[in-house]
């Protein structure tokens, strides 16, 4: 008023004083507080906070800031989760098809089992390409990874290399 007998409440005449969503407060006359949105600090507000300081992402994934309050973690490959906790583990849907499967950062290796190659151990080593059969024997593959080897009369042996003697014996 014109003799000052009017108080003026400053949260009321400055209503953009507190920003981002501030909350102004007058504690007690002339004494002025903002009381900040989350995301937002400083006297008046005016200051954002960066929610990637300090990284949250594990894994040394990288944090993007997407608002004041919300962040997204691009995971390093190998990683995955919200906050990249989480390791791919590539053998949990059996890729190996005769072998054992090692989880590695990038992805998989396949320990064959004996008698089988590729990089899903799907191949069946034939073991009689070899020729392991002597002397006119036939070679037959009755389970993976064995041979067995049928001798002409006169041979035997797992190879058909011992010559049988027709002389001894009779």
């Known amino acids: ?23 102004c407060v007058e504690t007690q006359p002339c004494v002025v507080n903002c009381i900040c949105a989350p995301g937002y ?16 992402c594990s894994a040394n994934g990288v944090c993007s800031r997407l608002n004041a309050t919300s962040y997204a973690c ?20 059996q890729p190996c098809v005769n072998g054992t499967c090692v989880n590695r950062a990038l992805g998989f290796d396949c320990n ?12 069946d080593i034939f073991e009689c390409r070899s020729s392991p059969c002597q002397n006119g024997g036939t070679c037959t593959e009755p389970f993976p990874n064995m041979y067995q080897c049928t001798c002409p009369p006169r041979f035997l042996g797992p190879q058909c290399l011992q010559a049988i003697d027709p002389c001894v014996g009779n």
Do not use: H, K, M, V
């Open 1 to 23: 008023g014109t003799r000052c007998e009017n108080r003026i409440i400053f949260c009321q005449t400055n209503l953009t004083y507190c920003q981002n969503g501030g909350l």
């Open 74 to 93: 691009n995971c390093y490959p190998g990683f995955t989760g919200p906050y990249c906790e989480s390791q791919i583990n590539y053998c949990l849907s």
């Open 41 to 56: 600090y400083g006297p008046t507000c005016a200051l954002a906070r960066d929610p990637c300081i300090p990284n949250p």
């Open 112 to 123: 064959c089992y004996a008698g089988f190659t590729g990089a899903l151990c799907q191949i």
